[in-house]
Every structure is written in structure tokens, then in C-alpha cells.
């Protein structure tokens, strides 16, 4: 799930995707945000690039 935050989707969009509420997406995502110590999405973004869980897109031409 964190590396859909990194890609800029947002709870409604992860929800749709993975087939769950918006209210499990939030709840997940305040847990995960607890355990690795972050209070934002661009924090929690920064996290995944920064430990190899997401990758950067590659810019349009």
C-alpha cells in the first residue's frame, strides 16, 4: 500500500484498487505511517523511495 502513496494515488483510488473501504485505507496507512515514523504522504513517500519499495516514474518527453 505504501507504494501507492509513493505513486501520488489517493485513499479512494487504493481503495478501488485493492477492493476495500476507504476507512480500511486510512486505518492502514495511520498504522503504517506510526510504525515507520512519519506523519505525512510525502513523508511516507520519501520512505518508500528512499528503502527501495518504490520507484520513480519516468518523465514524459
Known sequence: MLT???SGRTNKHI???LHLSERTVAR???N???KIGVT???A?????YEHGLA???PSPR
Not at 511516507?44 to 518508500?48: E, H, K, S
Open 40 to 42: 505525512t504522504r510525502t
Open 44 to 48: 511516507a513517500a520519501a520512505f518508500a
Open 32 to 34: 503504517t505511517f506510526t
Open 15 to 17: 481503495a478501488s484498487e
Open 4 to 6: 501507492l502513496v509513493a
Open 28 to 30: 492502514h496507512l495511520s
Open 55 to 57: 520507484q520513480p516514474s
